[in-house]
């Protein structure tokens, strides 16, 4: 029996044997980090089902497209029976030139805990058509039903729409009607029917368009040159979609943004009358952000919670075979267990205080708590320091590497690789080969 008991406990004294056991702690603990994780997408999806909500009700985010004008015609040709027979069809021609020129007026709108960006917009058409050769087309002039062209306009969500429309071709206006007349170019929108002249070749086409919408807006490139001028008071836009602005500015009072698409830039021509093309496909635009995401950073501040046990259990295990303190693998897992803890604590506060609060208040309770609990192990005040400093740079560390987005992983490599150069500094002290030393088990005896 006393064989046993001596057998046991310099088992529990044995360097390899704690390490081992600290490494199966944090193999275990890969659960509950998934778990926090999960728990971080689950209200991502919450707030992403709240600005659906809202933009259901205010207006979703919109892709405006056009104008475009179609023009009906009809072909002959004789059937098997030597009878001539009408085909009905539709000449699609798009601007040479489209100018689009716009104000967004962001606004934040509160449901419940969660924050929706909205806006209201002021956005001017000023566009020049140029009608091709017909006859080039294979078209007949007078198989050209003039008075019944359209001119579309595709618009995302028509809840949106603020103003009563009027389309102003060559200086007459013409009423509009809900839906797209021919809705191969855009999922939905309005048509204007208008009366064109057999003798015209050159037309203008003018629209006002006050529109709601949440979070994002687009423009589809139709002009032969699209030219697109937007100006807002947010100061975190992100340009997205097919094409980047030429030129931007964006400062503490707003951006301003604008683009120039050429033809060439895109995948549809300017006139086709016997295929379909989806032209808001090559949309581009602007998103709303604000300045900080908070479920992004907790999602990419919990990818580095093992690291950070992996880290921490590393510092109480040099304390313990340098200092000849002996920690048991329960009070290992009560530290993982207040690391944890602190995931938890940043994402609930960030849904109330903002990131940047909520990372410095989480970090100072579980850095307080992890203090006093290890001070209650060591009964030392310089080792309850050296914890309370390491989990302090620990922490100072992360902040930096979710502040810095493009240089994350390189600040990251290059403090990895000083922690890592650190801890083999402090091994050349350890006998990897001994036992922790027994004079604090006979002194506590």
Do not use: C
């Not at 944090?26 to 999806?45: A, D, K, N, V």
């Not at 807002?232 to 500015?249: E, I, K, R, V, Y």
């Not at 579980?366 to 320091?385: A, C, N, P, Q, Y």
């Amino acid at each position: 029996m006393q064989t046993i008991q001596e057998f046991s406990k310099k088992l529990s004294q044995s360097i390899s044997v704690k390490i081992a056991i600290i490494g199966f702690l944090i193999l275990i603990l890969l659960i509950p980090t998934f778990m926090i994780q999960g728990l971080i997408g689950e209200r991502e999806t919450t707030r992403n089902s709240v600005v659906q909500e809202v933009g259901d009700k205010w207006g979703r985010q919109q892709t405006v497209t056009g104008p475009i004008l179609a023009i009906p015609y009809f072909e002959q040709y004789m059937n098997k029976d030597d009878e001539i027979v009408k085909s009905n069809k539709t000449l699609f021609v798009l601007p040479e030139k489209l100018d689009i020129n716009g104000q967004l007026n962001p606004e934040i709108r509160h449901r419940g805990i969660y924050k929706v960006i909205v806006y209201n917009s002021e956005i001017r058409f000023n566009s020049k058509f140029h009608l091709p050769d017909l006859n080039e087309l294979g078209i007949v002039p007078e198989q050209v039903y003039w008075d019944k062209a359209s001119v579309l306009f595709g618009v995302t969500d028509l809840r949106g729409i603020q103003n009563e429309l009027k389309v102003i071709l060559n200086d007459q206006n013409y009423e509009v009607e809900p839906g797209l007349k021919y809705p191969t170019v855009a999922n939905a929108g309005f048509t204007s029917g208008v009366k064109l002249n057999p003798e015209t070749t050159e037309y203008r086409i003018s629209l006002d368009l006050d529109l709601s919408g949440s979070e994002n807006i687009y423009f589809s490139p139709v002009g032969k040159t699209t030219n697109v001028n937007i100006t807002s008071p947010w100061s975190t836009p992100s340009f997205t979609g097919s094409f980047l602005p030429d030129d931007h500015n964006i400062d503490s009072n707003g951006f301003t943004a604008s683009w120039t698409i050429l033809d060439l830039n895109r995948n549809f021509p300017q006139v086709w009358n016997n295929l379909s093309y989806r032209v808001d496909e090559a949309a581009f635009g602007v998103n709303l952000l604000f300045p900080v995401d908070e479920y992004q950073k907790s999602m990419r501040s919990a990818k580095y919670a093992i690291i950070f046990i992996a880290l921490t259990f590393l510092i109480y295990l040099f304390v313990e075979i340098i200092n000849k303190k002996r920690i048991h693998p329960v009070q290992y897992l009560l530290v993982s267990f207040a690391l944890l803890l602190f995931y938890t604590l940043l994402l609930s506060l960030s849904e109330q205080v903002g990131f940047n609060l909520a990372y410095l208040i989480s970090a100072i309770a579980i850095i307080g708590m992890i203090t006093v609990f290890s001070h209650s192990i060591f009964k030392s005040g310089r080792l309850s320091r050296i914890i309370a400093i390491s989990l302090g740079v620990l922490y100072a560390f992360l902040f930096t590497i979710l502040q810095l987005e493009d240089y994350a992983l390189l600040f990251g490599s290059i403090g990895l690789f000083i922690i890592l150069g650190f801890v083999m500094y402090l091994s050349k002290r350890i006998n990897w080969y001994g036992q922790i030393n027994e004079e604090n088990q006979l002194k506590e005896s």
